[in-house]
């Protein structure tokens, strides 16, 4: 079975410009958590989504938005990039509500020149 | 909030010694559970284990164990004779979701196990 993909796995944009990562569950997974991870630290939790709808939000500028599509995929936005938005993105998917654990994908490496 | 503390950023041992790495944590929740991830280079987190916050009996997978401590806010992982492939960085992670996700992370702690 394959597990969460993410794409792409390498982008580099400029400065003020926009970008979106892309996430796809486990199958039968339909909750989506997006990670933002610079480099040398901890992931820090951007958005959960839940059968469509956002369930949580860490604490990130509203450059940051996300949705998920009927078929549970997920898409991460960010507006108007800035150099510390240089980061790994990690994408992971449950079986939330169940009692199971999360899993990662392999992220997406942005890099903001 | 909730906050998670990996105090050893990085710990370097020869094959075959044991390890542990330390993760202190806090919460006002009653109901919460603890992990600890593995992200090898690749960059993929991988899932090693989940702990209630009921439930502080010890656990042994392999030479892996976990040892939980309420009373001292502690769930540290001992790796028992210590291999190359061990090699990577540790995560503990905080949720008060069981299936967790929402997990608030630890820095990390960057594991060489040298042959």
Known sequence: DAGVTQSPTHLIKTRGQHVTLRCSPISGHKSVSWYQQVLGQGPQFIFQYYEKEERGRGNFPDRFSARQFPNYSSELNVNALLLGDSALYLCASSLFPRNTEAFFGQGTRLTVV | ?115
């Open chain 2, 1 to 115: 909030a909730q906050k998670v503390t990996q105090a050893q950023t990085e710990i370097s041992v020869v094959e075959k010694e044991d390890v542990t790495l330390d993760c202190v944590y806090e919460t006002r929740d009653t109901t919460y559970y603890l992990f600890w991830y593995k992200q090898p280079p690749s960059g993929e987190l991988v899932f090693l284990i989940r702990r209630n916050s009921f439930d502080e009996q010890n656990e042994i997978s392999g030479r892996y164990s976990w040892n939980f401590q309420k009373s001292t806010s502690s769930f540290n992982f001992t790796i028992t004779a210590s291999q190359v492939v061990d090699s990577a960085v540790y995560f503990c992670a905080l949720s008060e979701d069981n299936a967790g996700n929402m997990l608030t992370f630890g820095g990390g702690t960057r594991l060489m196990v040298k042959p």
